[in-house]
């Protein structure tokens, strides 16, 4: 369910987040020193696989997340090095397995891990990176940041087990669907988010409002996933456009057009996503549809009420370089479909 972000920016407009790039650079060296310690072993398929997917294109926002909030309030350890670390190794862990789960092939444009060793290797080394991620969190020592990452990595398996119940499943409600994305996506964005300022020793005010402020761009970042699936392009996607109609994923933008169609229109909807009549002629039908009933922009204006909710939660804090750095990435969030 992953898109890889442009960070130059989007084509329809500035926003961009080299403010929080520039902010974590020096950090984020560290990060990515400690990936590639953390990701060695001496069974040699682990560091190949693993670094496959690290280096392949990634730009790590879930981390300098977590660096950036850690910074806002003044943290001066190396402890959110190591949790930034964590972050991302749950993130290519899931990654892993989700491109099992969805039998993906591409993967920020390149073959998926499970298509170069197969799919046991993939769930294996993502369980690896799992607990090396776990590591990191006990060596850092706060109790309270190991129970939020933690509890978001069984929440995100939570997420993955929900999908499977909605998979090809066209009565899925709206809400049912926000709660899949809410543990599947947005639970790693809020705990990345809130891990900074808990070892920081910031006010439980200040946590809740990065929580907040994850948890809803989690779920505008996966709504703009859900409408680029059917408008972006292949070499900005990082995987085939259409990709989640071919594997009969019921993403908002179906589930919208799916409910205002006609019963013709909606027998379609069942042959393509629940008979797996998903060719190139069906997607382009599919996007036809999708346009007709408006359910692209109407995808794009939830994620846009989700970033304005992140925008509040972040509102009352003190002004700061970060804090400015973090309304950039929900600004860029969303412009990726202006």
């Not at 071919?246 to 013709?264: F, N, Q, W």
Request: hydrophobic share 45%; net charge negative.
């Amino acid at each position: 369910m992953g898109v890889v972000l442009n960070m130059e920016g989007s084509k329809g407009g500035p926003a961009s987040v080299d403010r929080l790039v520039g902010l974590t650079r020096s950090d984020m060296a560290r990060v990515n020193e400690l990936i590639l310690s953390k990701a060695g072993s001496d069974v040699e398929l682990i560091p190949e696989l693993a670094k496959h997917l690290i280096s392949s294109g990634g730009k790590r926002l879930r981390p300098m997340i977590t660096i950036a909030a850690a910074q806002m309030f003044g943290y001066e350890g190396e402890n959110h090095v190591k949790l930034a670390t964590s972050v991302e190794f749950m993130h290519t862990a899931t990654l892993l397995h989700d491109d099992v789960v969805d039998e993906s092939d591409l993967r920020r444009g390149r073959k998926t891990a499970r298509m170069i060793w197969g799919n046991q290797a993939s769930v294996l080394v993502g369980d690896f990176l799992l607990g090396q991620a776990f590591r990191m969190m006990v060596d850092v020592g706060s109790l309270e940041a190991l129970d939020i990452l933690s509890t978001a990595a069984s929440v995100i398996a939570e997420g993955e087990v929900m999908q499977l119940g909605v998979s090809k499943n066209l009565e899925t409600t709206e809400d049912e669907y926000l709660q899949v994305i809410k543990a599947k996506t947005a639970a790693l964005f809020s705990a990345a988010a809130e891990v900074g300022p808990v070892i920081a020793q910031a006010s439980r005010n200040d946590r809740a409002a990065l929580r907040s402020f994850g948890t809803n761009l989690g779920l505008a970042f996966q709504l703009v996933d859900d409408a680029l699936d059917y408008g972006g392009k292949a070499s900005e996607l990082g995987k085939n456009v259409g990709d989640d109609f071919r594997e009969g994923k019921v993403t908002l933008p179906v589930i919208l057009a799916y409910r205002r169609g006609t019963s013709e229109e909606r027998a379609f909807w069942k042959s393509a996503i629940e008979e797996n009549n998903c060719d190139d002629a069906a997607l382009e039908k599919a996007i036809g549809l999708l346009a007709r009933h408006n359910a692209i922009a109407d995808t794009i204006n939830r994620a846009r009420h989700f970033g304005e909710i992140a925008r509040d939660a972040l509102a009352p804090l003190e002004d700061s370089e970060q804090k400015d750095a973090l309304f950039d990435v929900i600004d860029f969030c969303i412009s990726r479909v202006v």
